[in-house]
C-alpha cells in the first residue's frame, strides 16, 4: 500500500475492482453508470465482477465519464485513483489481510493454469483417441 500501483496495479487489483472504484470515487451507482453508457445494469454488474469486459467504444466513455485513463482502468498505469487512504486503520492487520490475498490470488492464477494445461493433454489425449 506504499504506493499506488500496489493497491489498483495487476498484482493486486482486476479491471472490475478498478472500475467499481473509479465508480464509487465519480458518486455513482452501477444503476447511474450503466444508463448514463446506455447499457443494461447487468452489463455494468458483469464488468465490475470481472464476468465480461466492454468494448474499445464503451471502454473510452467509462474513461471519460469517470475521469481516468483507458491504461488505467486496464491494467493499473497511468492516470487514475490514488491508492485510498489508511487514516485510522490499523495498518499492519490490513497489510497482513493484503499479502494474504495477493497470496492467494498468486495460487488461484497458478492453479487455474494448472487446470488449463490438464484440459489441453485431456482434449489432445481425446483427439488422439478418436484417430
Known amino acids: 500500500m506504499d504506493d499506488e500501483t500496489d493497491w489498483y496495479g495487476p498484482d493486486a487489483a482486476t479491471f472490475g475492482d478498478r472500475l467499481a472504484a473509479a465508480r464509487e470515487a465519480a458518486g455513482m451507482t452501477s444503476e447511474e453508470l450503466a444508463k448514463r453508457l446506455g447499457v443494461k445494469h447487468a452489463t455494468m454488474q458483469a464488468w465490475e465482477a470481472d464476468r465480461s469486459e466492454p468494448r474499445a467504444n464503451r471502454l473510452q466513455m467509462?474513461?471519460?465519464?469517470?475521469?481516468?485513463?483507458?491504461?488505467?482502468?486496464?491494467?493499473?498505469?497511468?492516470?487514475?485513483?490514488?491508492?485510498?487512504?489508511?487514516?485510522?486503520?490499523?495498518?499492519?492487520?490490513?497489510?497482513?489481510?493484503?499479502t494474504d490475498l495477493r497470496?492467494?490470488?498468486?495460487?488461484?492464477k497458478a492453479s487455474a493454469e494448472?487446470?488449463?494445461?490438464?484440459?489441453?493433454?485431456?482434449?489432445?489425449?481425446?483427439?488422439?483417441?478418436q484417430s
Open 103 to 108: 497470496e492467494v490470488r498468486t495460487e488461484m
Open 114 to 129: 494448472r487446470v488449463g494445461r490438464l484440459e489441453k493433454r485431456l482434449r489432445q489425449i481425446l483427439r488422439e483417441a
Open 62 to 98: 467509462l474513461s471519460g465519464i469517470l475521469n481516468v485513463s483507458i491504461m488505467w482502468l486496464l491494467n493499473g498505469e497511468g492516470d487514475g485513483l490514488s491508492a485510498p487512504s489508511d487514516e485510522g486503520i490499523e495498518t499492519a492487520d490490513v497489510r497482513a489481510i493484503l
